[in-house]
């Protein structure tokens, strides 16, 4: 089979295409031929050497699937041949989804919602879960509460803003000029150009001074410390950011807030539950860009360029037809 190995942490050309044997499942274990992954900020600090205890070279990397399964091992029940399947892979532990064959554990696969294509799909099950950790498991939101959502026209933003809507959360939400109407059309409620807005401002404006239930951080910087200055009393700061930010938190204090850290866990539970969100039509990923897998060096550079004007996710058609619907089409 085709596989993206890495041999060498660094930049993107760090890539290599190479053909690898086929995986075979194992006990307990699914064989997916991969149709469509995606890439992720994590994909690209694996890359550039950020985590070199946990990922031994040659290493192929990725952390989404959608596909069909090709074969079952023994005592696998919840799938056969013929289904078409999503999940992330188990991170940090064996090869990812940079290739034509993947193999997974059966408790992690989920049944790929039938109305996203393969795209689609392939571009939800990391950040989905992400966001479901993050939103309903850690912080708890609920019905009635309200939400700052940082970087909302993101690949997490933007997932972020429809499960906080489907919750029954008020949605504040910081982009770019250039995204506010993208980000409405997701259904944020209050839109805020960071650029020429300090989002606390807006947020104890819109709140007549009370500020959010929940501050969900996707983008680090400051917001660790400077959340709380447009934190409700008892609120919640979400983070799913890995890299050093001010710590200053004596604000925090007086505001009894909670903090949460969190670096997703896979289960098939939480694909289930966005599943449902999806065929009620409360959700649907936005797909901003699609390559190849052998141009997975160019969405990489393209990923980690600032300012690079993407809203939601970059696909990877590992499979050329992964644009349609069903793999049975």
Not at 21 to 37: D, I, S
Not at 68 to 83: L, N, R
Not at 207 to 231: E, H, M, Q, W, Y
Not at 299 to 318: M, T, Y
């Amino acid at each position: 089979m085709k596989a993206a190995i890495l041999k060498s942490f660094g930049g993107p050309e760090s890539f290599e295409i190479c053909d690898v044997p086929k995986p075979v499942p194992q006990a307990g274990q699914v064989l997916v031929r991969v149709h469509a992954t995606s890439v992720n900020p994590l994909d690209y600090q694996v890359r550039r050497g950020d985590y070199p205890d946990l990922v031994p070279l040659p290493t192929i990397t990725g952390h989404d699937v959608s596909g069909v399964a090709e074969e079952v091992g023994p005592g696998v029940t919840t799938f056969v041949p013929g289904d078409e399947v999503w999940y992330t892979p188990q991170i940090f532990d064996g090869p990812g989804s940079y290739a034509e064959y993947h193999v997974a554990a059966e408790s992690i696969i989920g049944k790929k919602p039938p109305s996203l294509s393969h795209l689609e799909a392939a571009s939800l099950t990391l950040v989905g879960g992400t966001v479901w950790e993050a939103l309903v498991v850690r912080a708890a939101l609920r019905v009635g509460e309200s939400i700052l959502i940082h970087g909302g026209a993101g690949g997490v933003g933007h997932v972020a803003i429809q499960v906080a809507k489907a919750i029954g959360a008020r949605v504040f939400t910081t982009v770019r000029e250039t995204n506010l109407e993208f980000a409405r059309s997701l259904g944020a409620d209050v839109v805020i150009d960071y650029h020429k807005e300090d989002y606390v401002d807006a947020i104890l404006r819109e709140t007549a001074g009370k500020g959010v239930d929940v501050v969900f951080d996707t983008i680090g910087g400051n917001t660790l410390s400077r959340s709380p200055d447009a934190l409700a009393q008892l609120g919640r700061v979400v983070s799913i950011v890995d890299i050093a930010q001010p710590q200053n938190l004596v604000q925090a204090w007086g505001k009894n807030a909670s903090y949460h850290f969190v670096f997703t866990r896979q289960n098939r539970g939480k694909l289930d539950e966005l599943s449902a969100l999806i065929e009620r039509g409360q959700l649907r990923p936005h797909v901003g860009a699609v390559y190849s897998l052998a141009d997975i060096a160019l969405a990489h550079a393209l990923l980690e360029s600032p300012n690079n004007g993407l809203r939601g996710k970059i696909a990877i058609a590992v499979e050329p037809r992964a644009h349609l619907i069903s793999a049975k089409v």
